[in-house]
Nanobody, 123 residues
Framework: QVQLVESGGGLVQAGGSLRLSCAAS????????MGWYRQAPGKRRELVAT???????NYAESLKGRFTISRDNAKNTVYLQMNSLKPEDTAVYYC?????????????????WGQGTQVTVSS
């Protein structure tokens, strides 16, 4: 079993900051890319940022300069620092991990999602 648990969401005023965390746990052999996606009401889930195990980051073009993704490989944790938040950043933020699970007898490569954490930015 593999779990991704997000934390750090909440209510913040426009212009404020939040830091999201996502910790992966379970029978993990290795983690390739980790990332953050978000889904606003009535909209499709969209990419926020991803980061490889080597630290190469990729961002949604519209979020560059305000959001920073990082990870701690030793803790199987990915972070998202969000600055200068805007009301349009309001969404449920989901953590994602592309990882290799070891079941004790074989390996399974799969994509895992967290349960999501709500971020609300008031104007």
């Amino acid at each position: 079993q593999v779990q991704l648990v997000e934390s750090g969401g909440g209510l913040v005023q426009a212009g404020g900051s939040l830091r999201l965390s996502c910790a992966a746990s379970g029978s993990i052999f290795s983690i390739n890319a980790m990332g953050w996606y978000r889904q606003a009401p009535g909209k499709r889930r969209e990419l926020v940022a991803t980061i490889t195990s080597g630290g190469s980051a990729n961002y949604a073009e519209s979020l560059k300069g305000r959001f920073t993704i990082s990870r701690d490989n030793a803790k199987n944790t990915v972070y998202l620092q969000m600055n200068s938040l805007k009301p349009e950043d309001t969404a449920v933020y989901y953590c994602n991990a592309d990882l290799m699970q070891y079941t004790g007898s074989h390996y399974i490569k799969d994509d895992y999602w967290g349960q999501g954490t709500q971020v609300t930015v008031s104007s």
